[in-house]
């Protein structure tokens, strides 16, 4: 019998169109002979099903051609005459979304509260590692490479606006403006004076509340890395050098303009000697202290003039799932997703709840409602 496996992509994401590809390139590439599959759209808060397999669906996206979907208990049901109808009772949920709630750990806690097994990090590492904020703490504490950088809030940013561009400027220009929590490279700036940092920021705000600020390297390659667990083993990619064509790598040169989704954009391995070795055992290191899970791509900074190795973000859910990493090691598109199937569901549950009180008893008997402390 077939394994079933929804695949959940979209959401409330500036991602939600590269999310779509991701999925679609991943639905074409799964075993059918093997696995039993079903599209879910995250769409406006809600679920879809029903098609969903090719572009046409979604440009543009018409609700009313699809069922809505309700997850419930595991399972994936639509209301039919005011009563509910079972679609779908997945084994796994193969995880294709970008940015927004999809990789942000709401998703992913929503599957677990429904016993859903799933090819993804954690609620938890997927919140922290969306967050570069808080990301580039903890691989500070981990005594790794991070930019000099400075957090802004939009209200910092409105209330004092002198205060909040001094503090920013004790770092010397160049600098890069990044929206906080997002990806694809959208809503990021270069800045090479105080009038291009205002409007950075303007533009970063537009998509967060929380505005990272970063010294930018001047001579410097971008190396990108994956790794996914395979049972106990962490399996890790060879190394990626995207090309960009201007200060950092855009959203255009990653899928417009000669990008990884019109087939070039980048040098496997990266060209950076050595300091690959370097690269894979971060990467892995990094898979392994934070517990991430699923495929993951983390992305560096080499400054080519000091030979130092910046560690710049982790996707916890990477474009096309960084599939393309993987196949000079032997291991295809569809091999990738049954191994990732698989690990999902080698996942250890965590077990019920069980232990029983008299509290509520006593309350019920006439004890006072003090204040308890939890």
Known sequence: MKEKVAVFFGGRSVERDVSTITALQTIAAVDKARYAVMPVYMYDGNFYVGGLDKIGDFAPFDPSAHKKAYLIS????????????????????????HGGEGEGGILQAMLEYNGVKYTSCGPFQSALCMDKCMSKRIFSDMLLNVPPYVEITRGDFEADFDGAIARIEEDAYPLIVKPAR?????????AHDRSELKEALEVAFGFDSVAVVERMLTNFTEVNCAAFRDGDKIVVSE????????????????????????????????????????????????????????????????????????INE?????????????????????????????????????????????????????????????
């Open 182 to 190: 997002l990806g694809s490279s959208i809503g990021i700036s270069a």
């Open 239 to 310: 190394t990626e050098q995207p090309l960009s064509s201007g200060d950092f790598l855009s959203f255009a040169d990653k899928y417009t303009d000669g990008g990884k989704l019109s087939g070039g954009g980048h040098v496997i391995p990266a060209d950076i000697g050595a300091a690959e070795l370097i690269v894979k055992a971060t990467t892995e290191r990094i898979y392994r202290e934070l517990g991430l899970d699923g495929v993951v791509r983390a992305d560096y900074l080499f400054d080519n003039v000091s030979s130092k190795l910046y």
């Open 74 to 97: 595991g399972g994936l049901y639509t209301l039919k005459r005011d009563r509910l109808k079972r679609e779908f009772v997945p084994d796994a949920a193969l995880i294709c979304c």
């Open 314 to 374: 982790i996707n916890t859910v990477p474009g096309s799932l960084a599939f393309y990493l993987f196949e000079g090691m032997g291991i295809g598109h569809g091999e990738l997703i049954s191994r990732l199937i698989k690990n999902a569901s080698l996942k250890e549950e965590r077990p019920p709840a069980n232990f029983g009180t008299d509290i509520l008893s006593r309350f019920k008997s006439g004890a006072k409602l003090n204040k308890m402390q939890a």
